[in-house]
Nanobody
């Protein structure tokens, strides 16, 4: 399985922005779908966005459409989540995951905290 390391979380005011990074190593990344998930306190982990590494196709959960963008840098083996117009309900621990060949997510990063608060 590919190894994943997230970075870029922090504290931001409502309306602000953050960019999360997920660096992948140790696997054939072109075979993976890479996803961002988040978990708020007391809630289950939920899907945010994903991207197929091979062709760049993306999908988003409805609550972030138009505000978040997922993209990849093949040269750096890194997937990013650009988060704009952040809202307090975007607060949570954000996890990067990797799904090999369209299967279940089997690789996870350690998570990075995002807090949106004034």
């Amino acid at each position: 399985q590919v190894q994943l390391v997230e970075s870029g979380g922090g504290l931001v005011q409502p309306g602000g922005y953050l960019r999360l990074s997920c660096a992948a190593s140790g696997g054939a990344t072109s075979l993976y779908t890479m996803g961002w998930f988040r978990q708020a306190p007391g809630k289950e982990r939920e899907f945010v966005a994903d991207i197929a590494w091979s062709d760049g196709r993306t999908s988003y959960t409805d609550s972030v459409k138009g505000r978040f963008t997922i993209f990849r840098d093949n040269a750096k083996n890194t997937v990013y989540l650009q988060m704009n117009s952040l809202k307090p309900e975007d607060t949570g621990v954000y996890y990067c995951g990797g799904a090999l060949g369209g299967g279940a997510y089997g690789a996870w990063g350690q998570g990075t905290q995002v807090t949106v608060s004034s």
